[in-house]
T-cell receptor, first 114, second 112 residues
Framework: DSGVTQTPKHLITATGQRVTLRCSPR?????VYWYQQSLDQGLQFLIQ???????AKGNILERFSAQQFPDLHSELNLSSLELGDSALYFC?????????????FGPGTRLTVT | ELKVEQNPLFLSMQEGKNYTIYCNYS?????LYWYRQDPGKSLESLFV?????AVKQEGRLMASLDTKARLSTLHITAAVHDLSATYFC????????????FGEGTQLTVNP
């Protein structure tokens, strides 16, 4: 158990819908990362937050957005869902945003869009 | 664009044998990470390599980093069935901050 929690574990929804994925980082970690894992794209970085501020953006679609709240939990919002958004979404956290800090991954949310 | 390539992508080996997984990356980085993933599960951190020449060992796994060659290896010694999993390497070069760029993963199956 990494100490990072994600809810829900599974989500099944229809195309065009909107969902929110939630992540709580390890106690003491200020930086949160979101990654997407799919069969065709592999593991891809989406976005990073540090202490409430957006720090870096990766291959995140405009239909997706995220935020980190004052209590440091983070939410990833996915809207106008398409079949291709079906994937495993991981949240990771680290103490600080620097390169040498280990990232600890949560259990993931499996999203299925039908 | 940073590329991280692993080989082999699929590896089937017998228990008791040794093998090496290779991870090549396309840009300068002295930070490399190895993760393990069991089917449908999360990523478990195995090693964090933070400098050229770094070598770390845990049980039957040993990882090393050669930043000049832009190459990391994950060596498996006397494999056992419990090591069956997918192994990912990931790089976080200075130019991209702390975001991780992952390789495709190596799916390892250890047969009795």
């Amino acid at each position: 158990d990494s100490g990072v929690t994600q809810t829900p574990k599974h989500l099944i929804t229809a195309t065009g819908q909107r969902v929110t994925l939630r992540c709580s980082p390890r106690s003491g970690d200020l930086s949160v990362y979101w990654y997407q894992q799919s069969l065709d794209q592999g593991l891809q970085f989406l976005i990073q937050y540090y202490n409430g501020e957006e720090r870096a953006k990766g291959n995140i679609l405009e239909r997706f957005s995220a935020q980190q709240f004052p209590d440091l939990h983070s939410e990833l919002n996915l809207s106008s869902l398409e079949l291709g958004d079906s994937a495993l979404y991981f949240c990771a956290s680290s103490v600080a945003p620097g390169q040498g800090y280990e990232q600890y991954f949560g259990p993931g949310t499996r999203l299925t869009v039908t | 664009e940073l590329k991280v390539e692993q080989n082999p992508l699929f590896l089937s080996m017998q228990e008791g044998k040794n093998y090496t997984i290779y991870c090549n990356y396309s840009t300068t980085s002295d930070r490399l990470y190895w993760y393990r993933q069991d089917p449908g599960k999360s990523l478990e951190s195995l090693f964090v390599l933070l400098s050229n020449g770094a070598v770390k060992q845990e049980g039957r796994l040993m990882a090393s980093l050669d930043t000049k060659a832009r190459l990391s290896t994950l060596h498996i010694t006397a494999a056992v069935h419990d090591l069956s999993a997918t192994y990912f390497c990931a790089v976080a070069p200075e130019t991209s901050g702390s975001r991780l760029t992952f390789g495709e993963g190596t799916q390892l199956t250890v047969n009795p």
